[in-house]
């Protein structure tokens, strides 16, 4: 898991609409899940997520569409889009806007064994070293519907 936090906001923060995930990533693994959740951290430390556990997830076989699997080569870097997660909230001044991002939503979808095989089925499951690239040429990042405040 890797966790992304703001700096305490200067202002308050409208959000409202679809929050989007647009990341560079690649993998050691062939198949492997992505996830990510939003949420809004008090100056106290608490952390409330702002949407859905069914929301903000992709499988990466399924990256192009349900149609047709598409496996990972390992080392490749590739471009997803994570969206139809939508929230509404008012981030208040000193808050936090908060991005966790990891490979799993076990308990709520089945474990990916990343091995490339039949889900279902598979017997082994290995470990996936997941990495999350930032650069000027992949460039991660989330995209917030920030409406302007009066």
Request: aromatic residues 8%.
């Amino acid at each position: 898991m890797i966790v992304y936090t703001s700096q305490p906001l200067e202002m308050d923060v409208e959000v409202t609409g679809e929050i989007i995930a647009e990341l560079f990533v690649s993998s050691t693994a062939k198949d492997t899940d992505f996830t990510f959740t939003l949420c809004d951290v008090s100056p106290d430390g608490k952390s409330i997520n702002l949407h859905g556990l069914d929301a903000g997830y992709l499988r990466m076989r399924y990256r192009n569409g349900f149609e047709k699997q598409e496996l990972m080569k390992p080392g490749d870097v590739y471009k997803i889009r994570i969206g139809q997660v939508y929230t509404s909230n008012l981030f208040k001044k000193c808050h936090h806007i908060q991005i966790y991002i990891t490979s799993s939503k076990a308990g709520h979808y089945d474990v990916n064994p990343n091995t490339g095989t039949e889900i279902a089925t598979e017997k082994n499951v290995v470990p996936a070293t997941n990495t999350i690239h930032h650069s000027k040429k992949e460039a991660s990042r989330i995209i917030l519907p920030v409406i302007p405040r009066e």
